[in-house]
């Protein structure tokens, strides 16, 4: 079946370093993924989509991986900030749907 | 409105008792969704409508579950006996385009509490 796998641990940086958070699958050929952030009692927010045909995308602080080889995406926020504690959620999809499949989320907490 | 609505933002039903959640989209978005979120996991997909009709409802966990959207807009969905696993938080989200190369847009999401 089709298994979605982030760092179940929180990760912890200090300000101003690159938090780097994964996001592999297996059994699943995604068209796109997708990456979210979700805060405490709120819903999911957008933040970068990539296709499989490419192979990085930017924006601002964000860069976004995509190994179709590896099966695994990586998701980078440079000179982290405390504000970007969050939780953040991999969604992978064919792309014949709109249905998402979400990974379990990774917790990051950016210490001042 | 601006973002999806969702209401009510919590709720309390006892076991067996009949519950209906809401979700209005984003106006002029054609598809919705009804995903459902677990402590400390990811949503977990339920139900997707391509305007009045429900394109996929292979994330319904069983006959107890199901949602309506009547007039393309605002859908709702509906659970019967429920059951404490039902406990969750129910999140719907829209979009603009009926395949995923576009974000979605989520709702706070209802957080259903079934004693």
């Known amino acids: 079946s089709q298994k979605i796998e982030q760092n179940s641990e929180a990760l912890n940086i200090q300000e101003g370093k690159t938090a780097t958070l994964t996001c592999n699958y297996t059994n699943y050929s995604p068209a796109y993924l997708q990456w979210y952030r979700q805060d405490p009692g709120r819903g999911p927010v957008f933040l970068l989509l990539i296709r499989e045909n490419e192979k990085e995308k930017r924006k601002e602080r964000l860069k976004v991986t995509f190994d179709t080889t590896l099966k695994q995406s990586l998701f980078h926020i440079t000179a982290s900030q405390p504000a970007d504690s969050a939780t953040y959620l991999c969604a992978l999809s064919s792309g014949n749907t709109g249905k998402l499949i979400f990974g379990q989320g990774t917790t990051l907490q950016v210490k001042p | 409105g601006a973002g999806v609505s969702q209401t009510p933002s919590n709720k309390v039903t006892e076991k067996g008792k009949y519950v209906e959640l809401r979700c209005d989209p984003i106006?002029?978005?054609?598809?919705l969704y009804w995903y459902r979120q677990s402590l400390g996991q990811g949503p977990e997909f339920l139900i997707y409508?391509?305007?009045?009709?429900?394109?996929?409802d292979s994330g319904l966990p069983n006959d107890r579950f199901f949602a309506v959207r009547p007039e393309g807009s605002v859908s709702t969905l509906k659970i019967q006996r429920t059951e404490r696993g039902d406990s969750a938080v129910y999140l719907c989200?829209?979009?603009?385009?009926?395949?995923?190369?576009?974000?979605?847009?989520f709702g706070q999401g209802t957080r259903l509490t079934v004693v």
């Open positions: 106006s002029g978005h054609t598809a």
């Open positions: 409508f391509q305007g009045t009709g429900a394109a996929d």
């Open positions: 989200a829209s979009s603009s385009s009926r395949v995923s190369n576009t974000e979605a847009f």
